[in-house]
């Protein structure tokens, strides 16, 4: 087939960009057309995400697209579990909130323990996460904003809404609300009952591939797009699109650490893993391309580094990434050992000072310099990246791997994936860092005929894209031994 142009509209949490994807034999070729940022609003309602800043932000980068090529499709995909509520005419009811606003501390565990962790794990196969969609609509104030919802939307699919007038739940995101059924793929009625939700704010789920629209003519006018321009349900869920463009082809059970805002490590299985001690576990089971399940489990990630970076930039502190990877590059290992996924670190807010007491709270000193910290947190990751690969092996009855594919922002960062190597004993395979976007284009492609399976998807991947090879080096003992000496519970 001859080559073709995609555009990728791919939102994270601290940013968004559009990129503009050339794929054909042999080619996969990534032009950013716009980058913006993300950046959550506190309103006296809490914090909340700036949907129609973002939405901005995907036209002008789609109208940019547009400009260098003629596009065959569009695709979005975000982070998983928000959700924005829609009247009767189709108006936003509110800014949506952001998943880390804490409106569900009190709610999720309730809710937990009233359906039963067991049955909840069961039936969706979800780690628990005090954000998880279920547990955010039970939150929800019922009152005439409520009263007046008639449709929900996760982020992904509300902005391809806003592009084409489609209703429609992607499924891989779908699969992170909590109110999938992992075994029917569809809605589950008991957990929509449990969050007191109507079944009929929901849309109907569709899988990746699949066309789901063209543009509103406000659109195309705008954009200077045909209003005949597809719009292609990828996989919208960033994670699952990130983990097909891992560059692992004939790899069998593919060993990931997807590492942007979130470190989410684990593997990808045919089949999802319900037993309990996997709920014990705390790992999740997301559905991937081709119906596959990512089984993996969140890590704080690389949030930990930007919330610091933000604190000391707003204290006028030296606050650049190289500096601070050199500063930790020469500190001292092991001088700290931290839990990266301490409740405590969820919330934004003042992050070198709550690492601080976590470490006063378990009996460490404390880091004295910025270097120490920035440490502390890459080799927080690093073993959490090495434990929960481990676990995932583990629990889902698997044979170790010979690599680790660690994609996303963090395959840059050299001294991360130097330190997951040595932590994990195996070698890091790293990049790509657009992993997502590249994830995105290629179910686009796909559905267009350019590529075909997964299998091929990924050799595409690995032939165009450059990842670094990272060998382990040093003891891995060092590792088990450093993290055995602190308890980290209180
Ligand atoms: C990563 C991510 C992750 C979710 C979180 C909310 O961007 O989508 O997979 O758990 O955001």
């Known amino acids: 087939a001859a080559p073709a142009a995609f555009a990728a509209a791919d939102l994270g949490a601290t940013s968004g960009r559009v990129v503009l994807g050339r794929v054909g034999p042999g080619l996969l070729e990534l032009t950013e057309t716009a980058r913006f940022a993300n950046t959550p609003l506190r309103l006296p309602s809490g914090l909340h995400w ?66 039963g962790a067991d049955v909840l794990y069961r039936t969706t196969g979800l780690q628990h ?41 992607e499924a891989t995101n779908a699969s992170t609300t909590g109110l999938r059924d992992a075994r029917t793929g569809q809605w589950s009625p008991a957990m929509l009952a449990a969050a007191r939700v109507d079944a009929r704010l929901l849309p109907p789920l569709v899988d990746p591939g699949t066309r789901v629209g063209t543009l509103l ?29 891992v560059p692992a082809p004939g790899e069998g059970t593919v060993a990931y650490v997807s590492c942007g805002t979130w470190s989410l490590a684990g593997l990808e299985l ?22 596959t399940t990512r089984y993996l489990r969140n890590i704080m990630g690389l949030w930990l580094l930007s919330e610091s ?29 931290i839990d990266p996924d301490a409740p405590e670190f969820l919330a934004p807010g003042d992050m070198p000072a709550r690492i601080a007491a976590h470490c006063a709270r378990t009996g460490q000193r404390v880091p004295r310099h910025q270097g120490a910290l920035v440490r502390t947190i890459l080799e927080a990751l690093a073993w959490a990246h090495a434990r929960t690969l481990r676990e995932a092996v583990r629990l889902a009855g698997w044979a170790a791997p010979r690599t680790v594919h660690l994609v996303g922002g963090g395959s840059r960062n050299a001294l991360l994936c130097r330190l997951t190597a040595a932590a994990t004993g195996l070698p890091v395979v790293a990049g790509p860092a657009e992993a997502t976007a590249l994830g995105n284009i290629l179910v686009q492609a796909r559905a267009h005929g350019l590529v075909g399976d997964r299998d091929e998807q990924r050799a595409l991947v690995a032939a165009t894209q450059r990842p670094v090879r990272y060998e382990p080096t040093g003891d891995p003992e060092a590792w088990r031994r450093a993290n055995s000496l602190v308890a980290l519970e209180d």
């Open 50 to 115: 700036n949907l129609p800043g973002l939405h901005q932000g995907v036209l002008d980068g789609l109208a940019e697209a547009g400009r260098r090529a003629d596009l065959a499709s569009i695709g979005i995909d975000s982070w998983a579990v928000d959700y924005a509520l829609l009247d009767a005419d189709g108006a936003l009811l509110g800014l949506p909130h952001h998943y880390r606003d804490p409106r569900t501390e009190e709610i999720a565990p309730r809710l937990r323990d009233r359906v």
């Open 309 to 337: 970076q933000r604190a000391w930039r707003a204290r006028g502190l030296p606050y650049e990434l190289g500096p601070l990877l050199a500063a930790a590059e020469a500190a001292e290992p092991f001088a700290h050992v």
């Open 270 to 291: 045919e089949h999802p893993v319900l037993t309990e001690d996997s709920r014990a576990a705390n790992f999740t089971n997301e559905l991937g391309v081709d119906g």
């Open 217 to 245: 003519p406000h659109v195309a006018e705008t954009t200077g797009l045909p209003a005949a321009t597809p719009v292609t349900a990828v996989a919208s869920h960033d994670t699952a699109s990130a983990v097909l463009a």
């Open 129 to 169: 996460l005090p954000f998880n969609t279920v547990f955010q609509l039970a939150a929800e104030p019922r009152g005439p904003r409520w009263d007046a919802a008639r449709r929900l939307l996760l982020v992904p699919d509300l902005l391809t809404h806003w592009l084409t007038g489609a209703e429609a739940a």
